[in-house]
């Protein structure tokens, strides 16, 4: 009866650990992610880099003049994926959020696989880069068990900021806009030739995900100041927390085991002692 108690009251344990623990190993690629990207981006020269953006610019400008830039061909998927693909991994640069301690890498493509882990840069809008003319467009999920993401993106306001990090350069951007839209409307990520823009998405309202949720920054002067903003304070907090379930937990089984154990002996002498009543009667 202990055992089965106790099995029951593990996977009770296992589904309340699990969102934290799946959240913590989460976050703990996302950070992976984006110091393996640094590294790299440091070991290269600065010819590479300058040839890197030189191809993202002009990828961008061929963009503008694509008659359906929402429905590329194989082949412009093809040109799409190699561009600004910087660590062979499809990783083109990582995302800051500031009022939501949030940093992402950000990957080519808004598959399930992406969005599970990171935030996927929309093939069809522009590749985070900077100039005149663009408007770049990045998805994230909301309300998942296993990660942040862009939880909480709906408590971003005008005037809030979110910054994208390709290669060396910073390009921030101050939320002017804030809309809910039908999945299939896209006007709202159209071109302006007169301004930078970017726009970060996801699924609205929570657990319905019927609408998208679209929050457009226009590009400003990045801060002189550093960002002091912790990010990798929550997952400190996770990893303590993490920790010590898991130590509640090994000292819960420890003394599951010792109950059995205890209780088995108490039984095993129990019987010895009716035995030797037993034969003594006789």
């Not at 981006?41 to 590479?48: F, G, L, R």
């Not at 903003?229 to 303590?240: E, G, M, P, S, V």
């Not at 379930?245 to 010792?258: E, K, R």
Request: charge should be negative; glycine fraction near 8%.
């Amino acid at each position: 009866m202990i055992a089965l108690f106790a099995i029951v009251l593990l996977g009770g344990i296992g589904l309340i650990v699990y969102p934290t623990f799946a959240n913590w190993w989460n976050s703990m690629h996302a950070s992976r992610a984006v110091a393996g990207y640094v590294e790299q981006v440091k070991d290269m020269s600065a010819e590479q880099k300058k040839e890197l953006l030189d191809q993202a610019h002009a990828y961008n400008q061929k963009l503008n003049t694509l008659p359906d830039r929402w429905h590329l061909t194989d082949e412009q998927m093809d040109e799409y994926n190699k561009t600004l693909d910087i660590t062979g991994t499809g990783i083109m640069g990582y995302i800051t959020i500031p009022k939501l301690e949030v940093r992402l890498p950000v990957y080519h493509g808004t598959e399930d696989t992406v969005l599970q882990i990171a935030g996927g840069h929309l093939a069809g809008s522009s590749l985070p880069v900077g100039g005149a003319g663009i408007h770049t467009a990045v998805s994230g999920h909301t309300g998942l068990p296993s990660a942040k993401l862009f939880t909480g993106l709906d408590s971003l306001t005008e005037g809030d900021t979110f910054a994208f990090h390709v290669l060396d350069d910073t390009y921030t951007y101050q939320v002017d806009q804030i809309r809910t839209v039908l999945p299939n409307e896209m006007r709202d990520l159209d071109f302006d030739p007169n301004q930078d823009y970017a726009t970060l998405i996801t699924c609205t309202p929570y657990g319905v995900n019927s609408h998208r949720l679209l929050v457009r920054g226009h590009r400003i002067p990045t801060p002189a100041e550093a960002d002091e903003t912790q990010y990798d304070k929550a997952d400190t907090n996770r990893t303590l927390v993490i920790a010590g379930l898991a130590l509640a937990i090994v000292l819960f089984i420890l003394w599951i085991i010792w109950l059995i154990v205890r209780r088995s002996r108490k039984r095993g002498r129990n019987a010895v002692s009716g035995t030797q009543v037993k034969h003594a009667g006789r």
